[in-house]
């Protein structure tokens, strides 16, 4: 596997096709949409519509391996916001975010896909919706942000296909901890030298990025996305993110 992720790799930077163009498809992500957002998919089986609220179930739309085999056929969302865990994905769903706020919730499932990064680019480009990145609050989920946003090593001859620079961290910030007090566990030695080296990384040097990691080495605290429900279930579509939005000129 390792040897042939190398080969299709060069592939592409030489042919300047994308590896989904040579029909060379990875495991399904599990990765999944819920929203306002009308949709066709070309499958084998032909042509299908899907509206990924009122065709899914809870679990909602599973992003296929290429989704630029998706057509746009109509929306009435008015924002993206990508969140990390699955746990919080469902948090959103058995609270109606999506309806309440015309939100696509995407569910990254961790370091996401390149197929989920596609497709959030493509909700950003081609239907003009914002995206915000919801993860925990610690350096890995930093970086999770950051391939949403400028793209992956691996992945850096098709940021232009796969990255949203526009693309916005919502949160879990190292200033929530302190604001809100949430439950958190201490900084390891690893997560120290990952703050330090973000410090370092272009993708963080901005004056937003700069004082928040700053901020967490400081207090040497990290916290996941579920610690908001200490303040309440319903705190974190109730007050957290209507207010982070609004604060993001998003609402």
């Known amino acids: ?22 029909h060379m498809r990875p495991e399904e992500s599990g990765a ?19 509206h990924c609220q009122l065709d899914v179930g809870q679990g909602g739309y599973q992003i296929p391996n290429n989704p630029d085999m998706i057509e746009f ?9 990508c969140v990390e865990t699955g746990g919080m994905r469902d948090r959103l769903v058995e609270n109606g975010f999506d309806e309440e706020y015309d939100a696509i919730v995407v569910h990254l499932g961790g370091q996401p896909a390149r197929a989920t990064r596609r497709l959030t680019k493509r909700f950003h480009d081609e239907l003009d919706l914002p995206v915000v990145v919801f993860t925990d609050g610690d350096p890995w989920s930093y970086r999770i942000y950051g391939s949403v946003a400028y793209g992956s090593i691996k992945s850096a001859h098709l940021s232009e296909y796969l990255a949203t620079p526009e693309a916005k961290f919502i949160g879990i910030q190292p200033a929530d901890i302190v604001e809100y007090d949430l439950p958190t566990d201490p900084l390891s030695d690893s997560d120290v030298n990952a703050l330090e080296s973000e410090l370092e ?3 963080f040097q901005t004056d937003y990025w700069e004082e928040q990691i700053e901020l967490q ?10 610690s908001l429900a200490s303040r309440g279930l319903d705190f974190v579509t109730d007050t957290y993110l209507p207010e982070r939005l609004d604060e993001m000129g998003v609402l």
């Open 1 to 22: 596997q390792d040897e042939s992720n190398g080969l299709i790799e060069d592939l592409e930077i030489v042919s300047g096709v994308t590896r989904e163009d040579f």
């Open 32 to 50: 999944k949409v819920m929203g306002p957002l009308h949709i066709r998919e070309q499958t084998n089986r032909g042509d299908r519509a899907i």
């Open 73 to 81: 056929l109509d929306n009435d969302a008015e924002f993206v916001l």
């Open 201 to 203: 990384d272009p993708r």
């Open 217 to 226: 080495l400081e207090i040497g605290k990290k916290s996941e996305q579920q």
